[in-house]
C-alpha cells in the first residue's frame, strides 16, 4: 500500500459515522448485517448511513452483498489488514517483542 492510498482509507475513516460503522461491522463478524439494522444500532438515518456505506465501500474497507431485497453489508477485513500492515510495517524497527504478528508476518511473507 502506497501513502496516496492509505490517505484515501484515513479520509473514508474520518468521520465520526463512518469509524463508527466500522467498528460495528467489525463486532458483527464475516456475516455482516443489513444497512437498516446498521442504521438503527448507531441512530442514524437510513438515507445517511446509505452515504456513509457507499463511502467506507468505496475505499475497501466493506463490502455489500444482496440478501434479497436487503443489503448485506460487512467489514473487508483484507482491506482492514493492510491499512494496519501499512502502519505497522516498519513497526518498532523489526523488534519482535514489541509489534509482535505484524513483523513476525511481513518476514515470513
Known amino acids: 500500500m502506497e501513502i496516496k492510498e492509505a490517505t484515501a482509507l484515513f479520509s473514508a475513516l ?4 463512518r469509524l463508527a460503522t466500522i467498528k460495528h461491522l467489525i463486532t458483527q463478524g464475516p456475516s455482516g448485517a443489513p444497512a437498516g439494522d446498521v442504521a438503527k444500532a448507531l441512530g442514524v438515518p437510513a438515507p445517511t448511513m446509505s452515504f456513509h456505506l457507499k463511502e467506507l465501500e468505496r475505499a475497501g474497507l ?20 493492510e491499512l494496519i500492515d ?3 510495517a516498519d513497526c518498532c524497527g ?3 517483542r514489541l509489534c509482535g504478528p505484524y513483523v513476525i508476518e511481513k518476514e515470513s511473507a
Do not use: M, N, T, W
Request: no cysteine; charged share 35%; proline share 0%.
Open 14 to 17: 474520518a468521520q465520526e459515522s
Open 62 to 81: 466493506i463490502h455489500a452483498r444482496r440478501d434479497g431485497r436487503k443489503v448485506i453489508y460487512a467489514a473487508d477485513y483484507g482491506g482492514l489488514r
Open 86 to 88: 501499512f502502519l505497522l
Open 94 to 96: 523489526g523488534d519482535r
